[in-house]
């Protein structure tokens, strides 16, 4: 049975790492659920004792909201509209499914720009609502990416230890 939790919580690893750069999977969600399912099978156990879950699990939340505001941080900054962020995240899907993962980018970007031209913005503010935009979702993704990373570091040494 052991195994099976090993290979579920890889399988949740794996995933949540994607879903640090992939909008629809959330990333830190299933990398904490990995953690927990070994922290359960290892009757919690270091390196995943409860203190180390709790800590997590607040990483978690915290990275989970500041994935939301981070974006919309960074858009306001570089005077983005509401226009701006709707089309940039409509961009974002567009762009997921023509041109995964460079599309996001490109998408995010094409996005935020024609959603502020469209809104009666100059092309040059457009551009840096667009830019702005762009900034902050990279740095959310940055901090999700290195949450992940820990708990993908936590996950494989527990699964280690409990081969």
């Not at 509209?81 to 409509?90: D, F, H, K, P, T």
């Amino acid at each position: 049975m052991t195994t099976v939790l090993i290979i579920v919580a890889g399988i949740l690893c794996v995933l949540g790492l994607a879903g640090c750069l992939l909008p629809i999977v959330p990333g830190p969600p299933l990398n904490f659920a990995a953690l927990l399912l070994l922290g359960i099978a290892s009757d919690f156990a270091p390196p995943l004792n409860g203190m180390l879950l709790i800590v997590m699990g607040g990483v978690t939340l915290v990275v989970a909201a500041a994935d939301y505001v981070i974006p919309l941080m960074g858009a306001k900054k570089f005077g983005a509209s509401r226009a701006g962020i709707w089309g940039s995240v409509l961009g974002m899907f567009i762009g997921l499914f023509f041109f995964a993962p460079v599309g996001l980018v490109i998408g995010a970007i094409a996005g935020a720009v024609l959603g502020e031209l469209a809104a009666g913005k100059q092309e040059w503010d457009a551009l840096r609502a667009g830019v702005g935009v762009v900034l902050g979702s990279l740095l959310g993704v940055v901090i999700k990416l290195c949450a992940s990373g820990v708990m993908t570091y936590y996950t494989v040494r527990a699964a280690l230890q409990l081969l």
